[in-house]
């Protein structure tokens, strides 16, 4: 099956009802996008399928057939989101830190406090308590938007 | 544990006649749209079956369209969908506030109206705004063509409806309402969080109510209508509404909350949907 992850298309042999977060660590070895619940509820896995953000443990890869996928690996590591968590230590221990960032990433520049609640509504994080996620994501650009 | 996915069949139709055909001749498939529920399944090891139908290569059944003041919102309507449409937010506003309510963002653009009424949970967010806006499911199967069924004599039980297993439902069709519409989910959080208590109401010279996670099934409230139709106090229709629903106990919440909320949900609604904010109830 083919489909373009991270702008380079690729051909995957996986059974149809894998998830594609499986596909995705197991078929691509990008591991950046990672498990915590399985169920939908934490957000960890978040990535973007055609610029939409979707929990990849709930999407069977038949259902990316074709589309094209973003993943944390894909934003290269210098990519203002992930220097603004690193400067406002907007990670503690890491593991929802890569699906923050993809449901913050369609927000594009300068969000409102209240887009960003709202963006990161299904993601959890059990280190940071948020405040610092919030400030990473609306300062990525220059100054906080006003809220 | 969760299921080993890899013997799993996954059909992939090139048209709705392909995919009737598949539920026809496969009695036992699984329709799949957005999988929010479907996968949740899976990862948890109660797998719905081992033959899959995937519905979403049929675009044609995401579309939202309006004819003769009949709104049709396809199955496959997302509820990101459904809070972008520009006709739904003008004819059904109640829909768009409930679809806000549902999950997170990664749900909502995921999880479809048709999933949420097939799903059939008495915990379904849009249920009772369905019931309410007196909607119709319109089904479809390779034996009997389309039918339609008015959604408030849809489910029959517990997850049980009068869908055929070998039916889809198609879309969901709204006449237009008439009078103030209102939503009010009432959970743990806001977003993620199954519902304890949601009700759907529409004011006008014929009220109408409904209540979600109180039954086995969405419930429409024909007491406490005819009572605020006949004039009756706001009072008086909460003792009524506490006569007709019996929640019960369970891990989200106890009967006895769940009844205290319907009542303190029919005041807020009544005062929300007042046409003077004066006029005292
Ligand atoms: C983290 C999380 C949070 C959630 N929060 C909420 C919430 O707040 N409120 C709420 O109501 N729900 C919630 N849900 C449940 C779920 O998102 C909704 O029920 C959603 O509408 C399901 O739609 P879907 O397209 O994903 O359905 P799927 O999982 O694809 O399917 C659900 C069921 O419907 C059947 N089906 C789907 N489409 C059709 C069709 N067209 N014809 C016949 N059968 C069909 C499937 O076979 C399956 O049995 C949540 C789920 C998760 C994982
Ligand atoms: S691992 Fe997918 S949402 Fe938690
Ligand atoms: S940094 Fe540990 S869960 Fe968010």
Redesign the interface.
């Known amino acids: 099956m083919r489909l373009t992850v991270n702008g380079t298309p690729v051909e995957v042999d996986a ?5 594609l977060l499986d596909v995705l660590r197991e078929d691509c070895s990008l591991t950046g996008t990672k498990e915590g619940c ?4 934490c ?1 960890a896995c ?1 990535v973007l399928v055609d610029g ?4 990849s ?4 890869f ?2 990316a057939a074709g589309a094209s996928i973003t993943t944390i690996e894909g934003l290269g590591g210098n990519h203002p989101l992930q220097v603004a968590f690193m400067r406002e230590v907007g990670a503690q221990c890491g593991i929802c830190t890569p699906g923050m960032i993809m ?1 913050a990433l369609p927000l594009g520049p300068k969000p409102s406090l209240a887009k960003v609640k ?6 959890l994080c059990r280190c940071t308590g948020y405040e610092a996620i919030y400030r990473a994501i609306r300062s990525a650009w220059g100054e906080q938007a006003p809220t | 544990m969760r299921t080993a996915l890899s013997a799993f069949h996954l059909h992939r139709p090139r048209s709705l006649t392909d995919a009737l055909r598949v539920m026809r001749e496969e009695p036992a498939t699984v329709p799949l749209a957005g999988c929010t529920d479907v996968f949740v399944a899976l990862n948890a090891g109660t797998p719905p079956g081992t033959h899959y139908l995937d519905l979403t290569p049929l675009g044609g059944l995401a579309r939202i369209a309006e004819k003769d003041g009949v709104l049709s919102i396809g199955a496959l309507a997302t509820y990101t969908a459904i809070i972008k449409s520009r006709l739904v937010r003008q004819q059904l506003p109640m829909l768009v506030a409930a679809a806000r309510e549902v999950g997170g963002a990664q749900i909502q653009n995921r999880g479809t109206l048709g999933g949420n009424v097939a799903n059939a949970s008495p915990a379904g967010d849009t249920l009772p705004v369905l019931a309410v806006a007196e909607a119709v499911v319109v089904l479809r199967s390779a034996a009997d063509g389309e039918r339609r069924v008015p959604f408030t004599s849809f489910y029959t039980g517990y997850r049980a409806s009068v869908r055929h297993p070998d039916e889809l439902i198609v879309a969901l069709e709204f006449p237009p309402v008439e009078g103030k519409q209102w939503f009010r989910k009432v959970g743990t959080r806001a977003a993620q969080a199954i519902s304890k208590v949601m009700m759907a109401g529409v004011r006008s010279s014929r009220p109408r109510l409904a209540l979600g996670s109180v039954a086995a099934t969405v419930v429409r409230l024909p007491r406490a209508e005819a009572a605020l139709a006949g004039g009756a106090s706001i009072d008086e229709a909460v003792r009524i509404l506490s006569g007709e629903i019996t929640p019960i106990d369970d891990i989200r919440s106890t009967a006895e909350y769940r009844l205290a909320v319907a009542g303190n949900l029919l005041r807020a609604y009544w005062r929300d949907t007042a046409v003077t904010v004066l006029k005292s109830d």
């Open positions: 059974p149809p009802m894998k998830r399985g169920e939908g509820e957000g978040t939409v953000a979707v929990a443990c709930l999407v069977p038949a259902q449901a709202d963006a990161l509504a299904g993601n």
